[in-house]
């Protein structure tokens, strides 16, 4: 099953595609947000882009956001130092995809990435609670 959603790059747009993908794991909708936060950010807001969510033959998630820019290409900045304000999007989305990349084409590109798996629906879809320490 493939989810396609077309949308304007707006901060408004962000907690919106997370809803519009609820029914997708925690890390489908963090890269999706982090995309096109980038969108929001390099391209400029109200920038129309396309956010496809499909499953691979191999059985991971791929997360793609096309927008109408051939030119401006991520590019994985390290390290973010700790009190950069921005460069920490593509950090995270590295960390969490199997591999990303990007495909220009003369009328835009895509940048993806590609997640292992998915929790099945209805299953417990929010990060893992981080252990806590007793003093």
């Not at 807001?45 to 956010?51: D, K, N, S």
């Not at 991520?74 to 960390?95: F, I, K, M, N, Q």
């Amino acid at each position: 099953m493939t989810v396609e959603i077309s949308v304007l790059a707006t901060p408004k747009a962000v907690p919106e595609l997370r809803h519009l993908l609820r029914h997708h794991g925690y890390y489908v909708r963090l890269c999706a947000s982090e995309l096109l936060t980038n969108v929001i950010d390099h391209l400029g807001e109200g920038t129309p882009v396309t956010v496809r969510v499909t499953r691979t033959g191999s059985g991971r998630t791929r997360v793609e956001v096309t927008d109408p820019d051939p030119r401006a290409l991520p590019v994985l900045v390290r390290p973010v130092t700790a009190t950069a304000e921005s460069g920490r999007g593509l950090a995270l989305l590295d960390s969490l995809a199997v591999r990303w990349g990007a495909e220009q084409r003369a009328e835009g590109k895509t940048v993806w990435c590609e997640l292992e798996g998915e929790p099945p629906r209805g299953a417990v879809q929010a990060p893992p609670t981080p252990a806590r320490i007793s003093r």
